[in-house]
């Protein structure tokens, strides 16, 4: 597994400090954010933000966020401008498109619409700057676009693969009741757990996503196995949004923890599907 960090699972970290932390647990790259609680880069230039990651040995995975990306007016275009002009001067591979998640935008035919119209406008850009803008569909019932299907429907529709990639989150899969998996299609998974074991499917939040262990609700081991089996070979990238995590006093030994429960747990099915394959018991 190639994982990843995401500045949202650890915001109170300087951006300096940030890198440390991803490089010391051994991920392969990192997504910084513009929409948490200081500055991107805290204040640093792209480009020297660019260069401390790579001089870190870690990967600029990605640039976030633009929201909301499908509601597209003046505004939005400039911010994808701006973003994509930082993600270039920074060295990142993508930038992040966030979609309405305030209950409007919803009705059938005029939420695929939107979508339609804001990547055709944005996909000149991304062609010309050479670069790859992911986009999340949010399980909750007030996104605007939950449905995978219906965002690959629009890639295909722009004929936009190579510029367009989608996010497999594990936390807004579940919320979106699950559904087809596009391997080929996904640029990124974002992983985080939920353990409260009095939440609804349907009452779960940001707020609720903590790091994965054994206690875990999403299924998180069951969806990334079925990716990787299916031809996914890209980052697993840690985004948790609970002040709980947030409030985390050695991070690096509790998502290390974390981690090595994860490749523990995949490490075990593999063998045992290998067994099975063979004809032994397991």
Same mark, same amino acid.
């Given at each position: +597994?190639?994982?990843?960090?995401?500045?949202? #699972?650890?915001?109170?970290?300087?951006?300096?400090?940030?890198?440390?932390?991803?490089?010391?647990?051994?991920?392969? $790259?990192?997504?910084?954010?513009? /929409?948490?609680?200081?500055?991107?880069?805290?204040?640093?230039?792209?480009?020297?933000?660019?260069?401390?990651?790579?001089?870190?040995?870690?990967?600029? !995975? *990605?640039?976030?966020?633009?929201?909301?990306?499908?509601?597209?007016?003046?505004?939005?275009?400039?911010?994808?401008?701006?973003?994509?002009? +930082?993600?270039?001067?920074?060295? %990142?591979? #993508?930038?992040?498109?966030?979609?309405?998640?305030? *209950? #409007?935008?919803?009705?059938?035919?005029?939420?695929?619409?939107? !979508?339609?119209?804001? +990547?055709?406008?944005?996909?000149?850009?991304?062609?010309? %700057?050479?670069?790859?803008?992911?986009?999340?569909?949010?399980?909750?019932?007030?996104?605007?676009?939950?449905?995978?299907?219906?965002?690959?429907?629009?890639?295909?529709?722009?004929?936009?693969?190579?510029?367009?990639?989608?996010?497999?989150?594990?936390?807004?899969?579940?919320?979106?009741?699950?559904?087809?998996?596009?391997?080929?299609? #996904? $640029?990124?998974?974002?992983?985080?757990?939920?353990?409260?074991?009095?939440?609804?499917? /349907?009452? +779960?939040?940001?707020?609720?996503?903590?790091?994965?262990?054994?206690?875990?609700?999403? $299924?998180?081991?069951?969806?990334?196995?079925?990716?990787?089996?299916?031809?996914?070979?890209?980052?697993?990238?840690?985004?948790?949004?609970?002040?709980?995590?947030?409030?985390?006093?050695?991070?690096?030994?509790?998502?290390?923890?974390?981690?090595?429960?994860?490749?523990?747990?995949?490490?075990?099915?593999?063998? !045992?599907?290998?067994?099975?394959?063979?004809?032994?018991?397991?």
């Amino acid at each position: +597994m190639q994982f990843a960090l995401n500045h949202m #699972t650890t915001p109170q970290l300087a951006f300096a400090d940030f890198v440390a932390l991803s490089s010391r647990l051994g991920c392969v $790259g990192i997504e910084a954010r513009n /929409d948490i609680a200081r500055p991107l880069f805290d204040g640093m230039s792209a480009a020297d933000a660019g260069k401390l990651v790579s001089d870190s040995g870690l990967r600029l !995975v *990605g640039l976030s966020q633009v929201y909301p990306f499908n509601t597209w007016d003046a505004e939005r275009e400039a911010a994808v401008r701006s973003l994509i002009d +930082m993600a270039k001067q920074a060295g %990142a591979e #993508t930038i992040s498109l966030i979609p309405r998640n305030d *209950g #409007t935008g919803l009705a059938d035919g005029e939420r695929q619409q939107n !979508v339609r119209v804001a +990547m055709k406008a944005i996909l000149p850009m991304l062609q010309d %700057a050479d670069i790859v803008a992911l986009v999340e569909p949010l399980g909750f019932l007030r996104s605007s676009l939950r449905s995978k299907a219906e965002l690959v429907d629009v890639i295909a529709d722009l004929d936009s693969a190579a510029q367009f990639k989608l996010v497999h989150d594990t936390f807004h899969h579940t919320l979106a009741d699950g559904g087809p998996i596009f391997p080929e299609h #996904t $640029g990124i998974v974002h992983i985080s757990g939920v353990v409260d074991p009095s939440l609804a499917v /349907d009452q +779960m939040e940001d707020e609720h996503r903590v790091l994965i262990d054994q206690n875990d609700r999403l $299924g998180n081991i069951d969806q990334i196995q079925a990716l990787i089996e299916a031809g996914y070979n890209g980052l697993i990238s840690y985004e948790c949004f609970s002040p709980e995590t947030h409030a985390m006093k050695d991070p690096y030994s509790e998502i290390k923890r974390s981690f090595e429960f994860m490749t523990n747990r995949l490490g075990r099915q593999a063998a !045992v599907r290998v067994a099975r394959h063979k004809g032994r018991k397991v």
